[in-house]
Structure formats: C-alpha cells, structure tokens
C-alpha cells in the first residue's frame, strides 16, 4: 500500500498561511500527534547549521514545533550529534557544537526546551543496534539520547548533498542520529573493500614541502598517518581510521577517493535511518520535511550558495522513504533558478536529475538520486510508493496569531500613560514637490 506523503506549497498571503502554519498544519494532517503521549520525552531532530551555513532551517520553525508537542504535553528536546572530523569542523565535539548552535541561534531561551548533544562530549555515547537487514551495514551505533527517548519528530531540511545527492528525511536520522562512532560506521572507515585506508595514493602529484599548504596536509590527521618529505607524500594507510579530516585539505588529489564509496556510503545512510527508528517503539517517529533554501550543498558546509530550484513547501509523513522520494520526484520536475549552479551544471529544465549534477560533483561522486531510497526499500525502513496528499487552505488553523487579544487595546491604554504623538505635533513641510525624489 502506498504511504501517505502530507503536503502544502510555500506561497503565502497572510499569517495563517506562513510556512510556520503550514508545518503545524500538515503536521496534524499526517496524524503526527498520535506520536505523542503525555509524559513522553520526545526529541527533535534537527541539523542546526555549521559554523557560516545560512541555509540551515531557521529557529522559529523549531520553536512553533516545540511548542506544539508541549502542548500535547510531551516533553521535547532537540537533538543533533557531533560530526566526522575536519580541520576547522565546528561541531565535532559537544562543546564545539553547543557555541555553534548559540551562534546559529538555537538555545533553551529560543527554542523553549532543552537543546542536547545527544551522543556526549566527544561522540561515543551511544547505543550499538543489531541490523541483520541492513544493505551495508550489519549493526548501528545510535546516540544515546535519541535512542533512549521515548518519540521523535525527525524536522528536515531538503537540499542537495555531496555524498548522498540530497538530504532530506533519511540523511538527517540516518547520519544526525549516529554517533560519531555510529558515523565512522556508516562512512564505511574501515571497510575492508570501500574503507579510507584503501584510498587510492597517487604521490606523483605531491609537489612535497614545495606546496604552499603542505602543513595543513601533515596537522589535519589526528593519526599522524600523513607525512610530506621535500618531495612527496608518505601515507601510512594502516593507521588511517576515515575520520574524513583530510577530505578537501589534499587539494591537489594525491589521495583520492574509491568511486564505488559515494553509493556505498548513500545506503549506508539508509542503513542507519533504519538502526535510529529501531530504537523507538512503532508509531512513535514522524517527519516533517521544510523543502526551502534548496542549494546544492548540505547543512554541514560552511558556506551556503544560490538555491538550484524555488522554494517546494513542506511535507509530513510516517515513511522517511516516501516523503524523500516525493522531494527528489519533485525537484527534478521544477525548473532551476538562473545563475546557480543549476544553470551552471546545464539542468534547468523540468524532468532533470539536479542534485545528481549540481551536488554530487566530486570525483567519483554518485549519479543516481535513488540510492538512499532503494535501500531504505531494501532494509524495510520504508516504500517509495507513495501517495502525494495536497492539504487544503481551509485546513489551516486560525490559531497562528501572535497573542490571544488584539494589540490596539493594551496599545491604547499605555498611551494614554506615556503618549506616543508629541503634543505639539510633527514638524514638517506642508506641500513637497515628489518629482525631486522619484
Ligand atoms: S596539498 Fe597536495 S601537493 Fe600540497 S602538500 Fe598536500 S599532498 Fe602535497
Ligand atoms: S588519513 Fe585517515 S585518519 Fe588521517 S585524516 Fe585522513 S581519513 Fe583521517
């Protein structure tokens, strides 16, 4: 049977149709209440940005959501998790994560509830996940407060990505759910066929201590796996554990990546979207996706460019599967926007892979916008069939105004106290000629 995708576009002409109402409203339209018992602990998940991305989703969306499940009388939380390594990675440790989360705006005074590094201080808090169904991955490693809560609203950003080709619903619970040991898993680290330490080295490419950078190459591995003599690269393959810090700091491609890694890891990412929803009981995950702010990269870049297609809407689902496959199928449909990368990349037009071109541009990167589906399909995480629901206008709520009362009576009584208008009136000039202006 065909799971149910919720869904309204991102047009708006008046406060009850922002974005914000229209979460809450396909939010009730999926039922995504009935995840929510009184007394439960429900986390939140949600990718709060890397240190200068300016794409991630933006507080008020959390907060209207955080207020929402209080008012079902759970007792939210957000929760996202410490990153893979890089050499400037801000979120790589708890402590590192929390200034950024401050910085991007995400705190207990904003969101109304607790905001928490679920797998601890350095990334190894968590709880290991027995997956015999995975397509890759035979066990998962989950972090700990998301295992341990009793529900989950999964809250999405939909982009592209440079691994996976997007991210939506399954990249921000397979990979935010991990720990980083869980993401050191899904990575494929280690793997005896795909791993980092089988890289290709290609030491013919290193100018040695001639390269302006050959610092940053030596500092970046925490293993000290890298050293560049006068003329060239060693690499100690051996004690490479793919913490991924050395990705874009080797800029001259002297160790490159497996091509084969790119869809490996894809469904890796399904994988572990199938070992976080295994730790709840059934029925009590839901997502909502906000497909706005559509570039080509993820959240966890420092940087965000031009979006590559217009602002979709938002979605509401049961299945990670389903409500993915109605994006993707959706942004290869709209047109792409002039001057990105999109135009960049030759795929303006409807019926174009976007992310597979504009996303996915590494060496070796993957082409196909299916992988994370097809094993998410594979590992029983959920279907692509999927049946898009257009929620009506004449189902949003009215109870999206800012306050209870309307503001002009209080307003008048404090004016009567302190007036606003001086009592001699404005000075200014009583006829102007306009033309000087236009
Ligand atoms: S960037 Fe490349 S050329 Fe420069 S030191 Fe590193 S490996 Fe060598
Ligand atoms: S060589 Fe391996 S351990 Fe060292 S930085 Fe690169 S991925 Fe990490």
């Not at 982009?159 to 997007?166: E, I, L, N, Q, S």
Request: proline fraction near 5%; aromatic fraction near 10%.
């Amino acid at each position: 049977m065909a799971s149910k995708v919720y869904f309204m576009d991102d047009r708006a002409s008046g406060v009850k149709e922002s974005l914000v109402a229209k979460m809450l409203t396909v939010f009730d339209a999926a039922g995504l209440a009935d995840t929510i018992k009184p007394g439960d602990s429900v986390a939140i998940k949600l990718h709060m940005g890397e240190y200068n991305n300016t794409a991630y989703l933006r507080p008020v969306y959390v907060r209207a959501l955080a207020d929402k499940i209080k008012g079902l009388g759970g007792e939210p939380f957000v929760v996202d998790t410490t990153t893979l390594l890089g050499l400037y990675a801000s979120r790589a440790t708890a402590v590192d994560y929390l200034k950024t989360a401050a910085r991007n705006g995400f705190t207990m005074s904003t969101l109304g509830c607790p905001v928490v590094i679920g797998d601890g201080f350095i990334g190894n808090d968590d709880v290991r996940v027995d997956l015999p169904e995975g397509f890759i991955l035979q066990e998962q490693y989950v972090a700990s407060a998301i295992a341990l809560a009793d529900a989950m609203i999964a809250l999405s950003h939909f982009k592209g990505h440079p691994v996976g080709t997007y991210g939506g619903a399954i990249k921000n619970i397979g990979v935010g759910c991990a720990s980083k040991r869980g993401k050191y898993n899904l990575h494929l680290s280690r793997h005896p066929k795909y791993g980092f330490h089988m890289r290709p080295l290609y030491p013919e490419r290193c100018k040695g201590r001639n390269c302006a950078t050959w610092q940053t190459c030596e500092i970046c591995c925490p293993e000290g796996a890298i050293q560049i003599t006068d003329t060239t690269i060693n690499w100690d393959r051996s004690k490479c554990h793919g913490c991924f810090a050395c990705v874009g700091v080797l800029h001259c491609g002297a160790i490159e990546f497996i091509p084969e890694w790119f869809d490996a890891t894809t469904a890796g990412i399904a994988d572990s979207a199938r070992a976080a929803v295994k730790t709840f009981a059934p029925g009590k995950v839901g997502f909502v996706t906000l497909a706005i702010d559509i570039v080509p990269w993820c959240d966890c870049v420092t940087f965000s460019d031009r979006p590559i297609i217009p602002n979709m809407g938002v979605f509401a689902s049961y299945d990670p599967v389903a409500m993915d496959t109605a994006c993707v199928q959706m942004a290869q449909q709209s047109e792409g926007i002039l001057g990105s990368a999109a135009e960049e990349h030759d795929v303006m037009a409807p019926g174009t892979m976007k992310f597979a071109h504009c996303s996915s541009w590494m060496p070796g990167g993957a082409k196909s916008e299916d992988v994370q589906l097809n094993a998410g399909v594979y590992n029983g995480l959920g279907s692509k069939e999927y049946e898009l629901v257009e929620v009506g206008k004449t189902k949003l709520a009215s109870n999206f105004l800012y306050a209870t009362e309307p503001l002009t009576p209080r307003f008048g009584r404090h004016m009567k106290v302190h007036p606003v208008f001086p009592a001699q009136g404005f000075k200014w000039v009583e006829d102007v000629d306009l033309t000087k202006v236009r």
